[in-house]
């Protein structure tokens, strides 16, 4: 199994909508999670649980994560591909 940056993008934004409930489709890369979504800190640290969990990640508290594209980007520079 390959794991890639689109399957990596797809379930981060499985994670983000199934924890949130908020359409796939709403959920774009540069999107804004507090401005355009309105989420607040406690949703955010609900979805860093979540991704941690999933991807067997630590995503420390000073990381810079302001859209849907920095979860997405920082899960794939810290997951381990899985060459077949």
Not at 27 to 45: A, R
Request: aromatic share 4%; no cysteine.
């Amino acid at each position: 199994m390959i794991t890639t940056d689109k399957a990596i993008e797809q379930e981060v934004i499985r994670i983000i909508s199934r924890t949130k409930k908020v359409k796939p489709s709403r959920l774009q890369s540069d999107v804004s999670l507090e401005q355009k979504l309105g989420f607040d800190t406690l949703d955010v640290v609900d979805i860093i649980l979540a991704l941690e969990k999933n991807f067997h990640i630590v995503i420390p508290d000073e990381v810079p994560i302001n859209t849907v594209g920095d979860f997405v980007t920082y899960v794939a520079d810290h997951t381990e591909t899985v060459a077949a």
